[in-house]
């Protein structure tokens, strides 16, 4: 088959855990694809303004992008397409937020996290780099919001409980369990897989014509949107199970082997 759009999402399937940057073999491979003609790029929950660095800076790997759980989408360079976030259902979740004892919320201004709930603490033992950039509100944004993201320090079986309020309570929102206590927000019904066939339909591309790689369960809307979906070896259970094929880990490049070959009109995937 010929392949015309792949997307991968970043952490745990291109990056591993711990690491600052893909490795020279994952950019070397998106380049082969983009010289096949394919047009490839990452599909992450980051902000886009994050993601350029995981590559080293190098803009040809991630001019096509889902940003933010594909609430941004990116195409040869030019922002496409921008959802945000209700002001009123923003400001109703983070009331909840603000009752639940060691639960946050971050929003973000580009780059820069802005904590409106919780304690630095508790967002440092999530992401370590949002706690260094971070300024401290206590308020919401006076902007549209993009991103924004609910944590806790209490525990999974805690933040299962308040993921699960928020969805019944704030009916504006869809929020994830990225991480077992790290979640993002999204419009209702809005997600990586309804972005992936947004974009695909930009291109005039038919989503057998895709192929996306994911590893953990907000990658799950895209998985199952596209008949091609692969799993890297480690991937949570349900990922693995709602994806069509499967390959190695994310530390052995299994995604950039698989792209080489796609690049090459090859077809990898056997299980």
Known sequence: MAVKLILTDI????????QRRVSARTAAAFHAAVDAGIVVGPA??????????FFGGDQACCSTALATNGMQVYLHGEKVMEQTLAPDALEHLRAIVAETPRAGLVCFDDATPLLVEGSLEDLAAHFPAYAERCRVTR????FAVVKANVFTGAGEPAAAELVARLNAEVTEFDVDRAMPTYSNIMPRGWNKGTAVAWLAERLGVGLDDVVVFGDADNDLPMLRAVPNSVTVAGASPEVAAVSRWHIGACEDDAVAAAIEAL??????FTH
């Open 11 to 18: 952490d745990g399937t291109v990056l591993p855990r711990g």
């Open 139 to 142: 308020e919401l944004p006076d």
């Open 263 to 268: 690049a090459a009109g090859e077809w990898p």
């Open 44 to 53: 992450s929950g980051r902000g886009y303004s994050w993601i350029p660095d």
